[in-house]
């Protein structure tokens, strides 16, 4: 295998990638999963002495002193110069391989990923774990393409996967990494095969090429405040859809997130609205990015979480994501009920997947959930008159939803007329305007 480089110290982007999920409750796995990338994939001094096929014993005797033991239970100090005896810290501020201990501690710190108790953290010894946790550190990098499996043997890969940093770039795989399936399948196949590209990833990005100068300068802004220790706040002029108008807010900028059509910038503080504290601002609708500083007398608001270190990170939007179906995560959560004609749903909606609370449910249950979410009897009484219509052979599904959430409703139109919202009401009675309103359109 051709002698392959990872150089890469542990800076908080990475470790946050590494994590797999909240670096808070994850730190020690992440910075493990870093070490043994250290010494799997780096030169000559810090690699161990492993063939590129190698058994969990192996790793074991090259990676620990011949005095470590072998069985179940997490290791005592048996010996001082093991690699079991070195503490977190030993790694991850190590100076030949680590990071300044201060930088990080404030990067940490800004990126509100702060363990309770990380002094204590620091201390321990980062790989004084049983043999479960450190195979299963050994199949996560398998999950995420640093290794292969053949058996009882774990495999060096011949190419290195795309990574969350790259010369502190992101990569497209990773901006996909929300959808693990997609993010296994592009990192499968993303490489050439046989010298022949057999992968292409088509994505539907209306941003016209008159606008596309000023989202690329606006990722750069942003990529420049992201880089910074402490990351300032920033005044946006935005052109807002909904309001009619250019409107200036001033936020905190978060990340960025690209959803079906457009890049959108995640940011906590002023809304366009002067609703709520977040708004996902569509990129190319940005007309305007300046620098504010965190002594700026504009920004009473934000000191209220800088004071205390608690500015929003993207582990938050995620977990809110997770929560309910839609991008909007600020929006209230709302439970619907939805029916597929049962043709329509074999074909096109069993086996896939919408989000975490997407469940089926059967004609007995939609008709319990409509007396338990529809208070108002006239409408309930409606709704069931509704459901009693149609056929128990049907599919019939509950989910979490963000109310008034751009992407949702247009999934409802998309699956129009074999789709039906059976409840909530207010959204019920959208739809039906809407239907009514194409029907006009269409035999006027």
């Not at 300032?232 to 900028?253: D, F, H, L, W």
Request: with cysteine.
């Amino acid at each position: 295998m051709s002698e392959l480089i990872f150089s890469d110290r542990p800076h908080i982007e990475l470790l946050q990638w590494l994590a797999r999920g909240s670096l808070k409750q994850n730190l020690p796995r992440a910075a493990r999963l870093w070490v043994l990338l250290i010494t799997l994939y780096g030169d000559d001094t810090h690699r161990l002495k492993l063939d590129d096929s190698f058994t969990f014993a192996e790793w074991r005797k090259a990676f620990f002193s011949r005095t470590h033991p072998q069985g179940e239970a997490i290791p005592d100090l048996h010996d001082p110069d093991c690699t079991c005896a070195k503490t977190t810290a030993d790694w991850i501020f190590d100076p030949q391989l680590g990071v300044s201990q201060s930088e990080w501690r404030r990067s940490l710190q800004q990126h509100d990923a702060m363990p309770p108790k990380l002094d204590k953290l620091l201390k321990q010894p980062l790989f004084a774990a049983t043999r479960r946790s450190l195979q299963a550190d050994l199949q996560i990098l398998t999950q995420i393409g640093w290794l292969k499996r053949d058996g009882h043997y774990y495999v060096r890969v011949t190419h290195l996967p795309t990574r969350l940093l790259i010369n502190n770039r992101l990569t497209p795989y990773e901006l996909a990494l929300p959808n693990l399936d997609l993010a296994a399948a592009t990192q499968s196949l993303s490489q050439p095969i046989r010298g022949i590209q057999r992968f292409f990833l088509e994505v539907d990005y209306i941003v016209s090429q008159t606008n596309q100068d000023r989202v690329e300068d606006s990722q750069e802004k942003l990529k420049h405040w992201w880089q910074q220790i402490t990351v300032p706040p920033i005044r946006i002029t935005y052109n807002s859809a909904r309001e009619g108008q250019a409107v200036k807010c001033i936020v905190y900028p978060v990340c960025l997130y690209y959803v079906r059509r457009a890049i959108y910038l995640c940011a906590f503080g002023q809304t366009p609205t002067r609703k709520g504290e977040w708004y996902n601002y569509r990129l190319d609708r940005i007309q305007q990015m300046n620098e504010l500083d965190w002594t700026d007398e504009d920004i009473p608001h934000l000191l209220l979480k800088y004071y205390p270190r608690s500015l929003p990170n993207p582990d938050y939007i995620r977990e809110q994501m997770e929560q309910a179906w839609g991008f909007d995560f600020y929006e209230p959560s709302k439970l619907m009920l939805l029916r597929f004609e049962q043709e329509f749903h074999d074909r096109y909606v069993q086996g896939t997947f919408r989000h975490d609370t997407f469940k089926r449910v059967s004609h007995q249950q939609a008709e319990q959930l409509i007396r338990q979410h529809t208070p108002q009897q006239e409408r309930q009484q409606a709704l069931l008159n509704v459901l009693q219509s149609r056929k128990r052979s049907d599919a019939y599904y509950c989910v979490r939803y963000r109310d008034d959430d751009t992407n949702v409703k247009m999934r409802m139109r998309a699956w129009r007329p074999n789709g039906e919202v059976l409840f909530p009401w207010e959204l019920r009675q959208k739809m039906a305007q809407e239907v009514a309103q194409e029907f006009q359109n269409y035999h006027q």
